[in-house]
């Protein structure tokens, strides 16, 4: 069921996205079952039931299983704003931590010329 939030839940939806994406490493299988862990034991947006049925879906499109999921829950709980908002948080939170690791392990510096 589609509902219409308010900003806060909202804000709600990024913040727990923004975690995920930021603090779960071990790629999709590790994202998932922290998604799960969040979405049905801790904040109960989706019942077991309904989470395995969006793995499924998630599961029979090509592409990144726990961006997928991410966008699917983000819509479930708030319908396209949701689906954007967990969607680009999820995804870019994760590109962030990888550039930000590269740019302190790999400082910039001038390159010699000539």
Sequence with gaps: MI???SRRELWELAAVF?????T???GPA???AMMEDEVVARRA???RDEFVDLLGATNLIP???STELAIHIGYRRAGFAGLVVAGHVFHSS??????RACLGLCPLRPVATG
């Excluded at 923004?18 to 930021?22: C, F, V």
């Excluded at 994760?94 to 550039?99: N, T």
């Design 3 to 5: 509902s219409t939030l």
């Design 18 to 22: 923004l975690r995920l994406g930021t």
């Design 24 to 26: 779960a490493f071990g």
């Design 30 to 32: 590790a994202h998932i």
């Design 45 to 47: 947006w989706l019942s």
């Design 63 to 65: 592409g990144p299983n």
């Design 94 to 99: 994760g590109g962030g931590v990888g550039q």
